[in-house]
């Protein structure tokens, strides 16, 4: 059972460069999104979709893309990284929907990036 | 807007101390989610409890028992004769999304280091 899968797990970038964070899930949930972890800030919503073809802006969406072109697949696009995005990203994804589903979020195993 | 405060950055305590982790939170609506979430030394985010706001039972898992108060906007956390194994940080978040699982806020954590 892979649950939430994200690659890579670590990744160095030089500024301007762009790349895709990848992330899988296999438990057909409908809802999916991507937070980003920095020290003493706890976790910050960039983007999310509540299902395939939905997105919609988080938090902190700045300087990221997304798109949801099935229900198991939510790539994170960075356009041209700088060093303010150096970070832990996660993904995550839940059944979403009704409330009456006792569904938690469950999270990836994150990716750490460093833009130089 | 929501909001989550954990006032305790760092806390250390002793095997076999008792020790609550406190959580407060803002939130306008009436129906909302408070979470738990754990991240030990290896990174990965761990689900430990979701609440929803209708339901002021306090809960207990073992070591683990859960406060919430309505009036007072907490959700703190207990965690019985403390093990070393229970160092990690230990995220709190709301949520007012109707899946209750969606667009979650988190708090900025409260590192535990429980020393043998």
């Known amino acids: 059972n892979a649950g939430v899968t994200q690659t890579p797990k670590f990744q160095v970038l030089k500024t301007g460069q762009s790349m895709t964070l990848q992330c899988a899930q296999d438990m057909n949930h409908e809802y999916m999104s991507w937070y980003r972890q920095d020290p003493g800030m706890g976790l910050r919503l960039i983007h999310y979709?509540?299902?395939?073809?939905?997105?919609d802006q988080g938090e902190v969406p700045n300087g990221y893309n997304v798109s949801r072109s099935t229900t198991e697949d939510f790539p994170l696009r960075l356009l041209s990284a700088a060093p303010s995005q150096t970070s832990v990203y996660f993904c995550?994804?839940?059944?979403?929907?009704?409330?009456?589903?006792?569904?938690?979020?469950?999270f990836g195993n994150g990716t750490r990036l460093t833009v130089t | 807007a929501q909001k989550v405060t954990q006032a305790q950055t760092e806390i250390s305590v002793v095997e076999k101390e008792d020790v609550t982790l406190d959580c407060v939170y803002e939130t306008r609506d009436t129906t909302y989610y408070l979470f738990w979430y754990k991240q030990p030394p290896s990174g990965e985010l761990v689900f430990l409890i979701r609440r929803n706001s209708f339901d002021e039972q306090n809960e207990i898992s073992g070591r683990y028992s859960w406060n919430f108060q309505k009036s007072t906007s907490s959700f703190n956390f207990t965690i019985t004769a403390s093990q070393v194994v229970d160092s990690a940080v230990y995220f709190c978040?709301?949520?007012?999304?109707?899946?209750?699982?969606?667009?979650?806020?988190f708090g900025k954590g409260t590192k535990l280091t429980v020393n043998p």
């Open positions: 978040a709301l949520s007012e999304a109707q899946g209750g699982s969606e667009k979650l806020v």
């Open positions: 995550a994804s839940s059944l979403g929907g009704d409330s009456a589903s006792n569904s938690p979020l469950h």
């Open positions: 979709s509540v299902g395939a073809g939905i997105t």
